[in-house]
Structures are given as structure tokens and as C-alpha cells.
């Protein structure tokens, strides 16, 4: 069955913004794993946007299920992970100027920096994951890397507006889906994912996981995040 992982980073966004105690990452974690969540996602970021420290520790005492730990390929965010000993770190690309990650990790052009992650983390029995685009060049480095999973980036997907233009980005998924599958990777997707543009997604075969943040605490904002989860879940369910 596929698998839905929140994303709370923006609960901390929104904490963040009075530098206050409320509202708590922690809490909405507890709160989605109850409504259905098959695990959390948290981005610990080098400039500490939105996640801290102490949300990325304090949820892994809370979370029954899996925790993803999304991070950069820096020294001293693997330091982080390897005491934290998430389920699964996921390999991002990060700019400081940037509003969300833009774009999958080029694990061509840095490949020494991301095998010395991946070789780290796994040493530490923790799964790794890494997030690309929907390209078999990549694919294929992700394969020699040894990393375990792919999560293919879904934002220009998402953010295709033309039928034309959403069908081709679908064929992309699809296409780099089966290729992954194929060689044994498996296959995660997330970014710009929503209540509407998901139906698709769920339908392409060998999606083990979907990583869904923006959508779902936006809409918690207005009907509580146990009733936002629980809409996407039906929703995966539905197609």
C-alpha cells in the first residue's frame, strides 16, 4: 500500500515566525501519525528556517513510525543524523536564498560529497534515500552511490499548468518509475504535492511513498491536521 509521510516543517515555519513555543512540530507529529500518517518528514536546514535541534530530537522520541530526516550533504547535519538515528535520511539540495527546495540533487556533479554521506549513513544502519529528478543518468548514480530509495522531486509536475504540459511531466515520472524499479530502487515522490494534483501520482506503478508537507498543513490551518491527513489519505486511497 502506498505510503504517506507529512512533512511538518511549516508547523515550525509558523512557530518560527514569533520565535514562541506554539505551534508544536512534536504535537502535530503525534496528531497526524494518530489520523493515518505512515510516518513524519522534518528537513533539518543549515540556517535553521523553520525545524531546530531540539524539534528534530524531540520527535524522534515521539514518532512511532518512521522518520524521515530530510538534510543537506554537509558534515555537520550527518553529525546530527547519526545521533538522531532516523529510519531514513533523505539527501537534499539546499541554498540559503532559496524559499523550498528547487530542483533534485545533482548527484553527477557532486558525487564525492554525496557517496561520503550515503557511506556514513549507512554505516549507521540508516536507510538512504535520495531526492532527484525524474532523469535515468540520475537514476543510475543513485544505483552506484547504493543509495536505497529515490525520491523523485514532483515539482515541475506540479507546477505544469498546460494539459500538455502536465501529461509530459507525467510520462517523465512514469518512465523514470519503471527504470528505477527495474534496477531495484525504491521509488518515493514529493514536492508541490496537493489534495487535487495527487490523483495521478497514486496511480503510477512501483510509488512505494509519497512525501506531502505544504498541502496538508495548509489545509490543517482551517479543518485541524488529523482531518487534513485524513483527507489525503482518502484521496491515495480513492485512485
Do not use: W
Amino acid at each position: 500500500m502506498l505510503r504517506l509521510g507529512v512533512n511538518i516543517d511549516h508547523v515550525a515555519t509558523l512557530r518560527q515566525a514569533r520565535r514562541g513555543y506554539e505551534p508544536d512540530p512534536v504535537a502535530a507529529a503525534i496528531l497526524a501519525t494518530l489520523a493515518g500518517a505512515d510516518g513524519i518528514t522534518v528537513h533539518l536546514r543549515e540556517d535553521r528556517r523553520h525545524i531546530q535541534d531540539r524539534d528534530v530530537y524531540r520527535v524522534r522520541e515521539a514518532v512511532a513510525t518512521r522518520l524521515n530526516f530530510e538534510m543537506a550533504t554537509v558534515a555537520e547535519i550527518v553529525a546530527i543524523a547519526l545521533k538522531v538515528k532516523p529510519d531514513e535520511a533523505t539527501l537534499v539540495p539546499e541554498k540559503r536564498a532559496e524559499l523550498t527546495t528547487e530542483g533534485g540533487l545533482d548527484l553527477i556533479a557532486n558525487m564525492d560529497n554525496v557517496r561520503r554521506a550515503v557511506d556514513t549513513l549507512k554505516t549507521a544502519a540508516i536507510q538512504v534515500a535520495l531526492f532527484i529528478d525524474p532523469n535515468i543518468e540520475q537514476i543510475d548514480m543513485a544505483k552506484q552511490l547504493s543509495a536505497d530509495a529515490i525520491e523523485i522531486q514532483t515539482a515541475s509536475y506540479s507546477e505544469a499548468i498546460t494539459p500538455k504540459a502536465i501529461a509530459d511531466e507525467l510520462a517523465k515520472l512514469r518512465t523514470a518509475t519503471a527504470y528505477a524499479c527495474q534496477i531495484g530502487l525504491q521509488v518515493h515522490m514529493g514536492h508541490g504535492l496537493n489534495y487535487q494534483n495527487v490523483k495521478p501520482i497514486v496511480r503510477i506503478p512501483g510509488v512505494e511513498e509519497l512525501n506531502i508537507g505544504h498541502s496538508i498543513i495548509s489545509r490543517a490551518v482551517l479543518v485541524g491536521i488529523e482531518t487534513a491527513v485524513r483527507d489525503m489519505k482518502a484521496v491515495m486511497q480513492l485512485y
